[in-house]
């Protein structure tokens, strides 16, 4: 089961989001467990604040300390191991393999959720989270970065997805993007599915595969290709496909 925490000041964009489709199934099977927690329950004040401006001036409100510390103590009172997970566009980017290390991760999975200016530095000196980006972008919460962060884990979590090889053969599981797919009916307005795919010939199906998703990483992300995991044989027809691009 992949176990998680997501600390929020929004638990309203959260769970609509945990009741629909694939993270659906995951929760109702037992392999998905997503505990939301409304920041503004572990205020003191009679006005729940959570933010407040910052010193020294600027705009904007900054996320206050003390009740990220104490949900992060509540959750940690549960007894179970913690790995803390700060949303921040100044984090390391979230890549596959981080996808696949959160979907095997025994410790529950606390997504801290920034916003507006940001938390508290204290936040980050006191509970030295991970901080994780989804992309050099800035975003109004770290909400939408946390969800993004279990849809992807979750995949990798077996029995959640129909076909355990799905997850295996998508864009970023590798080096390469994926292969196009086709389904039902076989030609539309004159445009028609490449034949091998009906062939039976599982073999030349594969080869075909493998091909197209060279092509379509070259094609669409071929920086991807610089990088270590490519097998002597995607080198090969690598330079091949490049020889016949010239």
């Known amino acids: 089961m992949m176990k998680c925490d ?3 000041l929004f638990p309203e964009m959260i769970h609509p989001v945990l009741a629909q489709s694939m993270l659906k199934r995951a929760r109702d099977k037992g ?6 927690h409304d920041l503004r329950d572990f205020t003191e004040d009679k006005h729940r604040t959570a933010d407040d401006h910052p010193y020294g001036g600027g705009a904007g409100m900054v996320l206050k300390p003390e009740p990220i510390f104490r949900a992060v103590d509540a959750i940690r009172a549960g007894g179970e191991p913690l790995r803390l997970i700060l949303t921040s566009p100044q984090g390391r980017p979230f890549t596959q393999q981080l996808a696949f290390e959160f979907g095997g991760e025994t410790r529950r999975l606390v997504f801290i959720c920034g916003r507006y200016e940001g ?4 936040v980050r000196e006191g509970l030295d989270p991970e901080e994780v980006s989804i992309g050099d972008y800035v975003l109004t919460g770290g909400e939408l970065p946390a969800l993004v ?7 990798w979590v077996p029995g959640v997805l129909g076909d355990p090889e799905s997850a295996k053969e998508d864009s970023f599981a590798g080096t390469l993007l994926d292969y196009p797919h086709y389904t039902r009916p076989a030609t539309v307005r004159g445009l028609a599915i ?19 998703a060279l092509l379509n990483t070259l094609k669409k992300r071929p920086d991807l290709l610089e990088k270590p995991g490519c097998t002597d ?3 090969k027809r690598l330079e091949e496909l490049n020889s016949k691009r010239k």
Do not use: Y
């Open 149 to 155: 962060m279990i849809d992807a884990a979750v995949r």
């Open 31 to 36: 392999l998905l467990d997503v505990r939301v």
């Open 194 to 212: 490449p034949e091998v795919l009906t062939s039976g010939n599982h073999e030349a199906i594969r080869d075909w595969r493998r091909k197209q």
């Open 119 to 122: 938390v508290d530095e204290r």
């Open 6 to 8: 997501v600390v929020t």
């Open 233 to 235: 044989e995607e080198r």
